[in-house]
């Protein structure tokens, strides 16, 4: 059966909307059996350029975008978002309640979710991060990964729950953040307080090359987690993600996947000269 999937989203940079793009590229390709029901932005036209674009590129493939400002709900209430928490998830079940996804994914959300919001959806996200690693937005994660000079990096899928960027992984892939390329800026870094390195921004090549990694891999592994739940090899009962026998499914190291899907991608990719 076709797996019928949320995407929820505020759309705003490339990473979000890359991610989208691969999931469709999948399932026009007939490698990802699903379709992606409805995308809910919690940014409405007019925004942001980034939210722009993705509602044009849900609305290309006939996808309904179902937008409610996050901004707009708290400054006409009075106060930031997170006194209006609960009655902004309300009122965004209220607008999703014609949908019935199997399964939701967060792919740039930037708001916390209410339990309310939890028990209506199950949702899956992706962290920047291996399973052990740091919490939090991509940025810090990345500068954390700079200041404890980590060896290696990763991301991981987990189901959403109350507590945030910790609930139970699905699925992983790590990377190693030393090679050919990372470790010439590692050298110029060396030495420098991270205090130092913040100041010069996320256009340094250290910060750059980390993030550049990432993104290499982050929507693979949201497509191969999602391929996982459409072909019964994994599903959520009750509350917690089960393997086809029915038992607690321990998280996937879907590593030598990615890095294969990766090889893959070099090899097709037709080299440019300049001339």
């Not at 708290?74 to 309640?97: C, N, Q, V, W, Y």
């Not at 190693?176 to 590692?186: C, I, K, N, S, V």
């Amino acid at each position: 059966m076709t797996l019928r999937l949320g995407w929820f989203t505020a759309g705003r940079g490339p990473g979000s909307r890359g991610m989208f793009q691969h999931v469709l590229h999948a399932i026009a390709g007939g490698t990802l059996d699903a379709r992606i029901e409805f995308v809910f932005m919690h940014r409405e036209r007019g925004e942001g350029d980034g939210s722009d674009a993705f509602m044009d590129l849900a609305a290309s493939h006939g996808i309904p975008v179902v937008a409610l400002s996050s901004r707009r709900f708290a400054t006409e209430r009075g106060g930031p978002l997170s006194l209006h928490r609960e009655a902004f998830d309300a009122k965004a079940i209220e607008l999703l309640a014609p949908y019935r996804p199997d399964l939701c994914v967060l792919a740039g959300y930037l708001l916390i979710m209410s339990p309310a919001m939890t028990r209506a959806f199950i949702h899956v996200n992706l962290h920047p991060a291996l399973p052990d690693g740091p919490i939090g937005l991509w940025h810090e994660v990345i500068w954390w990964l700079i200041e404890q000079r980590a060896a290696e990096g990763g991301a991981f899928m987990f189901k959403v729950t109350d507590e945030l960027d910790r609930g139970p992984a699905i699925s992983y892939t790590r990377y190693a953040l030393r090679g050919p390329e990372l470790d010439p800026p590692w050298r110029d870094a060396h030495g420098t307080p991270i205090a130092d390195l913040r100041a010069r921004g996320e256009e340094q090549p250290l910060f750059a090359v980390i993030r550049r990694e990432g993104l290499r891999r982050e929507p693979l592994l949201v497509t191969a987690t999602l391929r996982l739940f459409a072909g019964g090899e994994l599903r959520v009962r009750d509350g917690r993600v089960v393997d086809e026998a029915g038992n607690p499914a321990t998280a996937r190291d879907l590593t030598s996947d990615i890095e294969a899907a990766l090889a893959r991608k070099a090899s097709a990719t037709p080299a440019c000269y300049s001339g």
